[in-house]
Structure formats: structure tokens, C-alpha cells
């Protein structure tokens, strides 16, 4: 486990750490052989200042997340993209920035999350699934044909329940 992670925006002398990062993982292998592609993508996330870097004393660039304010259905949370350095993986990383964004958001009053994961990525999906993510649909073919994503979304805010609310007005009246 790492002690000690900071997160800053991610610049452009980022991007080869990025692609890398990308390149060595099963997403990358399975959805990003076009080099330029996975450039252009990444170059992008770091222009709009959408991607974060974690940082430790041992990597200057162990993990990154990109996510954007309204990229679900316009108006939600949406996390693009997360990968972790090889040399950094199982030791928090992922949940340390998937932790940062999700209380950056809060911060911001989001309500919900949401983020795909392909169905060759069990480690990922259980990963969220750890984190309180929900599955919230299976699309077939939605990047790639022969891949489907599940889509998953967690809850930010405490919604209360009907019982709850009924609660709270009965005291109030009493």
C-alpha cells in the first residue's frame, strides 16, 4: 500500500506516462491498438483539464483518472477513463483516485456517478462494485463491436427514503 498520494491536474507532459499506462492494460490491449487514436484521446483529457494525476514519492505518475462534469446524458458525472502504472497496481491507487474525484463531485453537489467497464475487466468491475457502484445497464457493442459495457453508477448524496421523510414530518408536527 502506498502511504503517501497527492493528485494534480494533468499536463501535457503527462501524456506519455498516460499512454503507457493505457497500453499496458487489458482496456488498451483490447480497445486502443490504434496508436494515434489513443493519442489524440488522452491529449484531449489533459487539454480540457479533465485528467488527474496521482502521484507518490516512488512514481511521479502512478495512476490517472479522467472525468468530466455532465458527460452522462448531459447532465451527470461521468468518469472516462482510469489506469493505474503497472508498478502500482493493487496498492490503492485506483481507489485513492476514484475516492478524489467522487469527493471533488460531492463538493460540487453531484448526486450520481457514472462510469462503462467492458466485460473482459472483471478486476475493474469488482473493484467498483467494492466502491458502491451499481450496475445500472449491459449494452452490447456500444464502443467496439463483440464488447459489452456495463454501465454503473454510484449515489453521491443521501437521498431519503418515503419512510424516512414521513418520519421527519411526524416528529416536526408533534
Wanted: glycine share 10%.
Amino acid at each position: 500500500m502506498i502511504n503517501r498520494v497527492s493528485i494534480n491536474e494533468g499536463v501535457s507532459a503527462h501524456l506519455d506516462a498516460c499512454l503507457a499506462m493505457v497500453r499496458d492494460s487489458d482496456l488498451g490491449r483490447n480497445y486502443f491498438q490504434d496508436e494515434g487514436r489513443l493519442t489524440g484521446i488522452i491529449r484531449e483529457g489533459l487539454l480540457k483539464g479533465e485528467i488527474r494525476i496521482a502521484c507518490t514519492a516512488e512514481n511521479p505518475c502512478a495512476g490517472f483518472i479522467w472525468f468530466t462534469g455532465a458527460g452522462m446524458f448531459y447532465g451527470f458525472p461521468y468518469i472516462r477513463l482510469l489506469a493505474v502504472n503497472p508498478a502500482c497496481r493493487s496498492d490503492g491507487i485506483g481507489s485513492f483516485l476514484l475516492q478524489y474525484v467522487e469527493d471533488l463531485l460531492r463538493q460540487r453537489q453531484a448526486r450520481k456517478v457514472f462510469l462503462t467497464v467492458a466485460e473482459f475487466n472483471l478486476r475493474a468491475k469488482r473493484l467498483y462494485e467494492r466502491l458502491g457502484y451499481g450496475e445500472v445497464a449491459l449494452i452490447s457493442d456500444l464502443y467496439i463491436a463483440g464488447y459489452a459495457e456495463h454501465v454503473m453508477m454510484k449515489q453521491l448524496d443521501e437521498v431519503p427514503r418515503p419512510t424516512d421523510l414521513l418520519s421527519e414530518i411526524g416528529h416536526a408536527i408533534a
